[in-house]
């Protein structure tokens, strides 16, 4: 009996030592080629941590917010900015617990990202701004401009998530899961299982990406090396995400908001149209925009037309 409790506690000790060996590995390993280069960002000193953002071009100010997700980071941008710099003075930030900026060891919210974006406008653009928001992003974006009307000017959102989907709130299982997720050796060993290279090539191929002869092996390390940075501290934000602590109910903000919100979208994605005609039920002067034959970054997947429909959407 006691053999059998050594050899339990001997195989419990050695893939605990494999597993932090792993976690060790993928922290001295990841960000030595350098995909997320910051030499010609800044950063903002912000209350809960440093915020890495880029500042290009020369006009009215335009803020580039990336899709809320630990691998994202303001990358996302890279095909537009140079289009967008040519009339506008372009910022664009990687998100607290995304790309460059710091990843602290705590709960996510909404309400946090409203803050973080209000702030930055505020104390770094510094006048009214035009915003363009990708994904889960849109949520504390708008709820940003139902909260201070002086922060935003036109707001463009790219592939928002459904109304319903943002209804979610946190319950036993899922907080469960987020606490898990925070431990310091089994929680960062899930974080990257999560996190791994195929797992983020079939996030482009499935959800990114329509045409896969588009996706770049540059783009898709980029990614990978952004969920990673600072020892695998975007599980945090994942965590949180998981637990839907980043969630918020965005309807009562529709019906108050009195900015022009632009839509855009995809018709090949399933349920993309019901989703975005779901918005204007609350708002009927949404203008909405599709791009054929793209997924959820067509600011990525195809820039030329993205570009063109912000342009349409300017000169009406």
Known sequence: MKKNIRHFFLLTALAAGTVYGINKFIDATIGTRKYLNNTSGRYFEWRYGNIYYTKQGKGSPVLLIHDLYPASSS????????????????????????????????????????????????????????????????????????????????????????????????????????????????????????????????????????????????????????????????????GSMIGHYTNINIIPALKKITNPIFIIGNRDKENSIKTLDSYTKYDENIEISYISNCNKLPQLEDPKKFYEIIQMFYEN
Not at 90 to 119: E, W
Request: with cysteine.
């Open 75 to 238: 990358a996302e941008w890279c095909r537009v900015i140079k289009k967008l710099e040519t009339n506008h003075t372009v910022y664009a930030i990687d998100l607290l617990g995304c790309g460059r900026s710091d990843k602290p060891y705590f709960t996510y919210t909404n309400y946090m990202y409203v803050q973080l974006i209000t702030d930055f406008v505020k104390k770094v653009i510094e006048e009214k701004t035009d915003v363009f928001a990708t994904g889960d992003s849109s949520s504390f974006t708008l709820m940003a401009a139902n909260m201070d009307e002086n922060i935003f000017n036109r707001i463009f959102l790219i592939s928002p998530p459904s109304l319903e989907s943002l209804l979610a709130n946190p319950n036993k299982k899922d907080n469960f899961l987020k606490n898990v997720i925070d431990l310091p050796v089994i929680g960062t060993f899930y974080y990257n299982i999560k996190m791994r290279e195929q797992k983020i090539t079939e996030l482009f191929e499935k959800d990114y990406f329509r045409r896969k002869n588009l996706i770049t092996d540059e783009m898709k390390n980029i990614y990978h090396e952004s969920a990673h940075l600072e020892k695998s501290g975007g599980k945090y934000l994942y």
